[in-house]
């Protein structure tokens, strides 16, 4: 059995789009939570694959992100916010769309970060773009607000016309 409290601190969420606080990135990684050391957010920058990035920054993890995270490109943005997910260290990570608006190089790197987890937290993705889903051993296919298949990409592709089409579409691009 598990209290709402018990049960919510198992799960972390990395909405679409990224929400830095106007303050450093150690600071937006802990975000208000005293639980979590400085090593452990430290931990879970190089787990987002972001620390060498944030490290090279003017005053490196205490760098001020400023309002949003402007001074941050999306991609560090996004990835300090999987940073945020990880340093509570979930059971359950959920994860809306991460790579929709980034650079390749950007993707790549969250694509190797949830390889890296893949295994150790349990991911639920939710994308568009496919190249992100390829990280899945599942995919859940929804077409019209309804759910069509799920299984394995290759079984997808073989039986499910729709995601077999979005899969050629997807290498037009």
């Not at 599942?138 to 499910?160: H, I, M, P, S």
Request: a negative charge.
């Amino acid at each position: 059995e598990y209290t709402r409290a018990s049960w919510t601190c198992r799960i972390s969420f990395v909405p679409q789009e990224s929400a830095l606080f106007d303050r450093s990135v150690i600071d937006n990684v802990i975000c208000f939570r005293p639980d979590i050391t400085h090593d452990r957010a430290v931990e879970a920058l190089r787990a987002a694959s972001v620390l060498d990035d944030v490290l090279a920054l003017p005053e490196g993890v205490d760098t001020a992100v400023g309002e949003g995270g402007r001074r941050l490109s999306g991609g560090q943005r996004q990835r300090g916010c999987i940073a945020r997910a990880l340093a509570g260290a979930p059971d359950l990570l959920i994860l809306d769309e991460p790579t929709s608006a980034l650079d390749l190089a950007s993707e790549e790197a969250i694509r190797r970060t949830l390889a890296a987890i893949k295994g150790t937290i349990t991911l639920v993705i939710v994308a568009h773009r496919l190249s992100t889903l390829r990280v899945c051993d599942k995919v859940l296919v929804v077409n019209a607000g309804k759910v069509q298949a799920f299984a394995d990409r290759a079984t997808l592709e073989a039986d499910n016309e729709y995601y077999a089409s979005a899969i050629e579409l997807a290498k037009l691009v």
